[in-house]
């Protein structure tokens, strides 16, 4: 099912150079879809340093500082495997979601896609009008239209491209550190002036210059569709059954020996990668669904039923069946929907407060008075909260005693401390040379968390 001609790829002429293109834009009702969930995505990704969780950032991955924060709650770098675990969950949906739908997510949610095609295009379109006047103005030769249009073209790309910059850079070092680069000179933050001087090319050259290449050769998720999608996988299609022989309307043929498709090459015009739909699946196909319609618009102009391209399996249409949502795809949504709910559960059972217990290295037991034995342990503590902790520990037999030679005592919100303490058992309790001590974790009269560790001592006490 999946297709591409090595030899006449849709970004390259015949000559081997760059293709420019010029889709053409029909608003049609998936169109209209999209733009609404870009408008949605859009506010989320420029609002989204500013909105804060319970005093913290939506999201915040600060990889210098190892802080990571995610709607509101803050990961350190004890939390490591819960993000191991959200890495391999996400790999395996993107494998199920793939198998089950193809590359709808390109299409609809990919953060190029969407201000490729709803922002910078959009922009171009407003400026230099459509796929035939850019076409026309991109051949003709430079006059003053011309270069008006494409200064001021370039001039507001080159300015959002400095806004994307920024926002992407406060999901990285916090709105905050952001405001400082901004506002004091620049001679205090070289590295994030430079950084969001990079950036900005980066995102001007691509929306600007690089553009679909993004999709139909540097992003390597087009080339995993072709080992994932099968005969049953859902994906943007053309009805070929019914579609050929394809052939202009004409009244002095006769239309009842020719297919629904009148060959009119629209659903290629609108194709931001430049495929046509017709020769099959293909890599480059990001699943826009902007030959739908098209193709749909022209089907009402000739009255004929819709979707004639839509969204299809290739089992669908050689067994001439509508589309549906099989035991298959039920079977791997399911299987997402677990691994999501397994990943959320660990992380609301995360513990507020972390401890790491460990013997003091190289320290043999003590013979304390009163006939105890005591061992020396230090505790590493973490607050993951916003708000400070009152942390003690504590054990459940009555008979051990926890004696600090420095307390966890208050823990500041988002810090970390240090506690270094004796456990002290009566000599007559020890029934080994090793023994399994269970410590608690309290902040007030909760039990935040039970920590085992081990006790060396002599043996006493045994038959």
Same mark, same amino acid.
């Given at each position: 099912?999946?297709?591409? $001609?090595?030899? #006449? ?36 990704? +420029? ?7 319970? !005093? ?7 990889? /210098? ?15 490591? +495997?819960?993000?191991?675990? *959200? ?12 198998? #089950? ?28 009008? $459509? ?19 494409? =200064?001021?073209?370039?001039? %507001?790309?080159?300015?959002?491209? +400095?806004?994307?910059?920024? =926002?992407?850079? *406060?999901?990285?070092?916090? @709105? ?30 691509? &929306? ?7 999709? =139909? ?47 009119? !090459? ?35 102009? %000739? ?6 391209? !839509? ?8 067994? @001439? ?34 401890? =790491? ?33 009152? %942390? ?11 004696? &600090?030679?420095? #307390?966890? !005592?208050? /823990? ?14 009566? *000599? ?7 023994? $399994? ?27």
């Amino acid at each position: 099912m999946l297709t591409t $001609d090595i030899n #006449a790829q849709p970004n390259t002429t015949n000559g081997g150079g760059r293709k420019w293109m010029y889709p053409v834009v029909r608003k049609g009702k998936l169109y209209r879809y999209r733009s609404l969930l870009s408008y949605v995505y859009l506010l989320l990704f +420029f609002a989204g340093p500013f909105i804060s969780i319970n !005093g913290h950032p939506l999201l915040l991955l600060n990889v /210098l500082e190892r802080r990571f924060v995610i709607l509101g709650q803050v990961f350190w770098p004890q939390d490591f +495997f819960l993000f191991v675990l *959200a890495m391999l969950a996400g790999l395996v949906c993107i494998i199920l979601f793939t198998i #089950a739908f193809g590359r709808v997510f390109c299409g609809w949610i990919c953060p190029q896609t969407i201000f490729m095609e709803m922002v910078f295009r959009k922009i171009e379109i407003w400026i230099e009008g $459509d796929a035939k006047k850019r076409r026309k103005l991109d051949e003709g030769p430079l006059t003053r239209e011309k270069l008006v249009k494409k =200064t001021s073209k370039h001039i %507001i790309f080159i300015v959002l491209s +400095f806004l994307i910059a920024n =926002t992407f850079l *406060a999901y990285i070092i916090g @709105k905050e550190t952001l405001i400082g680069i901004i506002t004091e000179p620049v001679d205090m933050h070289w590295s994030g002036f430079i950084s969001i001087c990079v950036f900005t090319v980066v995102f001007y050259l691509v &929306y600007s210059q690089i553009r679909e290449i993004v999709c =139909t050769v540097i992003c390597p998720y087009g080339r995993l569709q072709g080992v994932l999608i099968d005969k049953s996988t859902l994906v943007v299609a053309y009805n070929f059954l019914r579609g050929e022989p394809r052939g202009k309307i004409s009244k002095k043929e006769d239309q009842t020996k020719k297919g629904d498709c009148v060959d009119c !090459g629209l659903c290629v015009d609108v194709c931001p990668t430049g495929i046509d739909i017709r020769k099959g699946t293909q890599l480059e196909c990001i699943n826009c669904t902007a030959c739908i319609d098209a193709c749909n618009q022209v089907m009402e102009k %000739i009255n004929k039923p819709l979707n004639l391209i !839509g969204f299809y399996s290739e089992e669908s249409i050689a067994q @001439k069946e509508r589309p549906k949502f099989n035991g298959r795809m039920v079977a791997y949504s399911a299987v997402i929907v677990v691994l999501l709910g397994v990943l959320t559960s660990f992380v609301l059972k995360r513990s507020a407060v972390d401890v =790491t217990i460990l013997r003091s290295a190289g320290m043999l037991y003590q013979e304390q008075p009163g006939g105890y034995i005591s061992n020396i342990y230090n505790a590493d503590l973490i607050n993951k909260t916003s708000t400070p902790q009152q %942390i003690t520990l504590i054990t459940d037999d009555p008979a051990i005693q926890v004696k &600090y030679i420095q #307390a966890p !005592g208050n /823990l500041k919100a988002e810090s970390e401390g240090k506690a270094v303490f004796f456990l002290m058992i009566p *000599a007559s309790k020890i029934k080994s040379a090793k023994t $399994d001590i269970e410590i608690k974790v309290m902040r007030g009269h909760e039990t935040l968390s039970t920590i085992s560790t081990a006790f060396i001592g002599p043996v006493y006490g045994s038959n």
